[in-house]
């Protein structure tokens, strides 16, 4: 199978700080999520980014698929971005796969 | 668009009765549904992938006889947890791929879960 690996695994930022979240995976994939994970459980999605840059607000993605990791960029952090950080794949079209998770914690 | 929703949200059952969790995607049509499980401050474990119209595709390590899916339509899917145990509880998540959505046919729509506790 394939592997996903994300770091840091946790994260304490100050409110207002930058912070970037690296996700590996071993193998060549069709589709790459971002997802945050709020306290209730719901994955919220954040970017669909198999390949390339996307900005939406505060966050940003990029994936570099030839080279197996994608990063997701929070800038001027909010202790709102609190919560868990998941990257997911999509593996021989068939197979969606998580990574270990970033546990994000912005204090006030 | 492309809403997944989960029935119910949260379930308490005894040892040893079955609980049925239903998952459906509300505007959109699914020709294929996941099912995870998540532990406590673990990530999330593909349990199985569900296909209309045919059996699901279990994982290793899944006892397809104790966790029973049912794909019956385009839009509904559900998860059976047979002679449920302590050990069972755990929060179930379903997703959905959409290829007709007019979207990306690979990107995943995810339900908000249910949190099933054994007692």
């Known amino acids: 199978g394939i592997q996903v690996e994300q770091s840091p695994p946790d994260l304490i930022l100050q409110e207002g700080a930058n912070s970037t979240l690296r996700c590996n995976f071993s193998d060549s994939v069709n589709n790459l999520q971002w997802f945050h994970q709020n306290p209730w459980g719901q994955l919220i999605n954040l970017f669909y980014?198999?390949?390339g840059t996307k900005q939406n607000g505060r966050l940003s993605a990029t994936t570099v698929a030839t080279e197996r990791y994608s990063l997701l960029y929070i800038s001027s952090s909010q202790t709102t971005d609190s919560g868990v950080y998941f990257c997911?794949?999509?593996?021989?079209?068939?197979?969606?796969?998580f990574g270990s998770g970033t546990k994000l914690n912005v204090k006030p | 668009g492309a809403v997944v929703s989960q029935h119910p949200s949260w379930v308490i059952c005894k040892s040893g009765t079955s609980v049925k969790i239903e998952c459906r995607s509300l505007d959109f049509q699914a020709t294929t549904m996941f099912w995870y499980r998540q532990f406590p401050k673990q990530s999330l474990m593909l349990m199985a992938t569900?296909?209309?119209?045919?059996?699901?595709?279990?994982e290793q390590g899944v006892e397809k006889d104790k966790f029973l899916i049912n794909h019956a339509s385009l839009t509904l899917s559900t998860l059976t947890v047979t002679s449920a145990h302590p050990e069972d509880s755990s929060f179930y998540i379903c997703?959905?791929?959409?290829?007709?959505?007019?979207?990306?046919?690979?990107?995943?729509?995810f339900g908000p879960g249910t949190r099933l506790t054994v007692t």
């Open positions: 997703s959905a791929r959409a290829p007709t959505s007019g979207g990306d046919p690979y990107e995943q729509y």
């Open positions: 569900s296909n209309e119209g045919s059996k699901a595709t279990y």
């Open positions: 980014i198999p390949s």
């Open positions: 997911a794949v999509l593996y021989n079209f068939n197979k969606f796969y």
